[in-house]
């Protein structure tokens, strides 16, 4: 009753004053109190008509009165009063999602109300009564409504009536949670559900008019426990998939409308149920269960011909308001006497209704009255300009100033939204400015003077990357100061780096941050701009003088941390040389330096201040171009040695792919330098930029394509008559470069052929030609045919270095077989020959060693033995054999003159040793080996079981075995058919297994036995080192008691020496040099990889 007086008296004592309002405004105008009074009723009853035409065309403007008339006719409950009082405390319009409505069936309100207070709720300070319960949840809460409340027609139907006066305490409901049982859809009750949903229709009626909007209802079936096969497909699922909602949203569309829609949710359910079943399939499941299993998706497809039905008809008007249906399921909890337990409710409580229930903002109707549109805006600009105002910011702490600052300067231009308060804001950026001015302490141009000095100073004693960066902070700071000038926002002067103490026009105590630096300057320069102007000029004049001090510019050439310099072998190329191309002249060095340059340029305003950078810009090219000049001739001017760390496998691989460094430098060349026209390059750079676009197939087909297509558009077409070769010189080119890659190919095919390959370099006669002959030969026409250059010499030095090194590599190669040839036929049978008949061996194999392999590479001049040099590179032969050939050999044991005689002798040797051959192979040689005991000296966790030694002659294989016993065996081997050796040592869980290899195998093997036993360290073993390390054994001792190994040794020497008839003939040498075993050399040619490697690491 109060609250009608009170707004009683309000209304009269506004209608009164309305009343004073226009009579006074009526006789100031000249009317008559009469005339007045008439025009005061015409203006009221007008109001009254607009009034009333307002609330026929909007009739939710009266709903206050409604409200007001209903207030205290149906008084709130106790328990919705204590849970919207409760809800308002706890919740937030943030963190509450929204509240929801359960309404429904009784027992299906009751499971789900039952599961609900089982779940870890936010309060349950109010318990059930005959009007509904709350149940909180953090982000969520529900008001369960009883049945009797919201079917009309019953004594209760107040309370559902009323229910509008109540939910004016809290937001609109989020929505209403419709729960359905599923016996009705098992039982196909169509018409009961029906009957049902109508009576819910009508109860749900008046909620649009407390909310303002017609409420989603969302459809909870439960129940579903009941549906064929449903709980045994729960049972099988984890508990993590029962706690997830099953269900989904219902989407209608104009076709089908609410019957497609919820088709497709339940198609949609039984394709998860059916997805569902391999993960879950139980082992072992019986027929039954197989079958209720198996036909759950039908089941549940059924579900969707009544639920349809009767959704589509009770609302046909708006089809839309079913949002969502979801399907819940009970089972019986252990343990708990017979409580039920509610499952797929966990997700849709937790996760889809507080998504589904978050509040939407909903725009207010704007004012009517202009009064109150300038009131609204006054009000929002007051609103809106009030965070920027601050009391008193002169006597705020600095840094609080220079935030005020920012933010007062963001909103500049943007006076409309602040209205008459924004000179406020003006008068406060002002007094702020001034108020960090105290801060700063005004110096006299003096001191000002001996500050740049004291830069100038300090820059001339440091180094020349100190310099660039001084000079660059110089740039900064003009930079800055002329932003300041230019009244740039506080903000972006700030995201610059502070200006060094040197270059600032007064002093600021050392406490002061460098964002508090900035700040204040930029306030002095607002207050004193003529005075910042005059400090930029000196600043300039002082930016000019440093870039003048070094008419080298060695401050902008000094090396950068971020600029890697290029190396050589980035290009491909196989070693690292000590000349780089520094970085600041790659392609990222240069845009770097163009990055410098602009900032430097800019700075002083101009480029006529600096002629030395002025010089430098001109001549920038020509100082790039020598730098990579120098690392080309390095390039060009290395030779390779045996000892370089090169990967020659991979580096002949690139040029056989014509990948080669050459190649790939000139690549690169001309990419880093293709910002240089061609009126500025040189000469070696033009020809490097041919090269390149003429060893490419891609560029030759694209540069075509892109021909014709400017043809077939009629463009005018750019000639490039001085980028390319002219056609004669380039099929030549391409014919030498098909020359290196056929020669490369021969090398990788032919690795162990090195002696083949290059033995015809010297031209001696009875040699095979040379591929390299041909190739530098054709090369030196190419390079001397007109049309070259003298200038660019240097490139066609950069692509022969790729055949210079085939050419080492191949030279390399030929001293490795060398050297192994030199063991196999020198001292190898040396060692197997009797002493005295070494003298007379060596008298025969080294002279005709030497004429037959080494004299293509050397050259007799004046008794000594030089090694035949092409393109400056020789077979490495050792000092050693040298000094051999020098002294102990005489000059017809070398010289070429007389090889006609001794290729006669060699002829008939050749004879002989072919029939001596053919007699030794006939022939086998019997060794009676008999096997000892094996042991390990020097002790070990383990001891040798045995031993197994295994003779392999073509397809026959002879085995000797023994376990630690003495066993004999009649080894038969023949020269040239027995290849291999293999020796076993067995222990226990193990076997330790070396190999011989070669046809020699068994005459080394006799030759390690030739004591009766040999020491095998642990390395000797191919298989079993890591056991036999853990067994503690560091070395195992074999014996071997041999028979007619003298036997094997004769006559491996005459299969294996060139003159091995005669040596099994001849009985004594009558010129016995024995001076020649103590001096012969054991190795005749320095050999980069090891002999036993077929190709190179």
Known sequence: MLKKIVLTVIFFSASVLVSLFCLLFFIDRGASLLRSGVYTLLLLLMLFLIRTLYKMQHKKGHRWWRYLRHARRYTDPEEWLRGARLCRQQYSRHNLSGWYIVTGEKASCHAVMSEMVTMPTFCDATAETRRGQWVFFPRVVFWFLPVSCCVSGGKREKHWRCFPVWSRRLPAPAGVLLCLPATWLLQGEESVLRHTLTRWQKGLACIPECAGRRLPVHVVITGCDMIPGFSQWVQSLRPEDRDQALGGVLRPDGATGMAGAVTALFDALACRVTASLPGIWPPGVDDNRACSLLGLPQQIRCLSVPVSAALSRTDRAQPDRYRSLWLVSGHVAPFTDGVTRQDFLRGLIEYHLPVAGRPQKHGHPAGLLAAYGTAGMLIISASLIHPLLRRNIAVSPPQEIVSQLIRTERSEGQGWKYGVFYPLLLLQHTQGERALLTLMQPVQPDEMNARLLHYRDRFRQSAPGVQREMILALARSIHLWQMMVAQQPLASLLSRPALPAELRPGGLPLVVSPRLHIAVQNSWVHQHPEQA?????????????????????????????????????????????????????????????????????????????????????????????????????????HHFDTGDPVNWRLQLDAIVHRKGWATRFAQRVTEELQAIPDNRAHPWLKLLRQLSATGSPGNRHLRAARTQLVRWLKLPVREETETRLDPARRAAWADWQADLQAVALMVSREPLRGIRLTEGLSGAPGTA????????????????????????????????????????????????????????????????????ECAGFLRQAVPAFIQTSTVPFLDIQQGLAVPVAEQGYTLPFTREFLHFVKVFLRPEDVLQEVASVHQARRESQRARQQEAHERLSRTPVISQVTSLPA??????????????????????????????FKESRAMAWRPGECDAVELTVQFPGFDAITRYEGEQ????????????EHLFQVQDFETGQEALKQSGVHAVLVRYRIAGANKVKDVWRAWSSPEGADVLSASGNDDNRTEWISQLPPVIAQCPWKTREKDPQ
């Open 935 to 964: 042991t390990v000296p020097s002790g070990g966790e383990v001891l040798p079981t045995g031993t197994r030694l295994i003779l392999q002659c073509g397809d026959e294989t002879q085995v000797l075995s023994s376990l630690n």
């Open 769 to 836: 030609v040379s591929p390299f002959t041909a190739l530098f030969s054709r090369f030196e026409q190419f390079r001397l045919s007109p049309g070259t250059s003298p200038p660019a010499d240097v490139v066609w030095q950069l692509y022969l270095s790729e055949a210079r090194f085939l050419l080492a590599g191949t030279l390399f190669h030929a001293a490795c077989e060398l050297q192994q040839q030199w063991q196999t036929k020198v001292l190898w049978p040396n060692q197997l020959t009797a002493a005295n």
């Open 1001 to 1012: 195998s068994w005459p080394d093997f006799l030759r390690d036995f030739a004591r009766g």
């Open 533 to 637: 102007k005059r400090h930029i000029a000196v600043l300039q004049d002082t930016l000019s003088a440093l870039t003048e001090s070094d008419p080298h510019l060695a401050w902008l050439l000094a090396p950068s941390s971020g600029l890697a310099p290029f190396r050589a072998t980035e290009a491909g190329f196989p070693l690292a040389l000590p000349e780089t191309v520094p970085g600041v002249w790659t392609q990222a060095g240069q845009q770097q330096m163009d990055a410098w340059l602009l900032q430097i340029i800019s700075a002083l305003g101009t480029v006529q201040r600096s002629p030395t950078l002025r010089a430098f810009t001109f001549h920038r090219t020509d100082l790039q171009q020598d730098a990579w000049f120098r690392l080309l001739l390095a390039m060009t001017a």
